[in-house]
T-cell receptor, first 116, second 111 residues
């Protein structure tokens, strides 16, 4: 079945630094990947839609200069949190759509980011 | 008002019981309705999806969508301890869109 991996699974960084999260589709080519964020006791919230070879589309309220998304290949999308602050601490999870698989989005296991 | 409302639970039922999970939503533009299951430290896994109103059955699981009431349900028959997980409803406007999730309901099936 379709597998999506994320790396790292958890990361701790100091305030003001940047951190990069990778999302890979392991056994299919994903033309579209999505990035979600989840704060404690809240629902998964869509941050942006990433299409291979083009600029990401960000949801309202998500700072595109702070959350840089690159989808340079059909199997890899990256999310870089720039100048991270404690309020960016959250659970970040990506999903990928297999064009041959219809509507289904396959989710990675998520990345827990803690900014100190 | 949030776009999608879902009671976070926990919901605890004995093994073999019928479980009813549900969500309400406010955006009438939603056309696709999904139920995901998520185990601890794992990503959500799609259980089933429904397009527009109606019922869909898959084994022990039945999904219902009532667009007139903006209400969706997931029923689990003959519940098993292995069904214990967080169940998330999700929906989207078009087939290429991202998902709007509920908070998820933590379900516990007691042996």
């Amino acid at each position: 079945g379709a597998v999506v991996s994320q790396h790292p699974s958890w990361v701790i960084c100091k305030s003001g630094t940047s951190v990069k999260i990778e999302c890979r589709s392991l056994d299919f080519q994903a033309t579209t990947m999505f990035w979600y964020r989840q704060f404690p006791k809240q629902s998964l919230m869509l941050m942006a839609t990433s299409n291979e070879g083009s600029k990401a589309t960000y949801e309202q309220g998500v700072e595109k200069d702070k959350f840089l998304i690159n989808h340079a290949s059909l199997t890899l999308s990256t999310l870089t949190v720039t100048s991270a602050h404690p309020e960016d601490s959250s659970f970040y999870i990506c999903s990928a759509r297999d064009p041959a698989g219809g509507l289904e989005q396959y989710f990675g296991p998520g990345t827990r980011l803690t900014v100190t | 008002q949030k776009e999608v409302e879902q009671d976070p639970g926990p919901l605890s039922v004995p093994e073999g019981a019928i479980v009813s999970l549900n969500c309400t939503y406010s955006n009438s533009a939603f056309q696709y309705f999904m139920w995901y299951r998520q185990y601890s430290r794992k990503g959500p896994e799609l259980l089933m999806y429904t397009y527009s109103s109606g019922n869909k059955e898959d084994g022990r699981f039945t999904a219902q969508v009532d667009k007139s009431s903006k209400y969706i349900s997931l029923f689990i028959r003959d519940s098993q301890p292995s069904d214990s997980a967080t169940y998330l409803c999700a929906m989207m406007r078009g087939g290429a869109d991202g998902l709007t999730f509920g908070k998820g309901t933590h379900l516990i099936i007691q042996p």
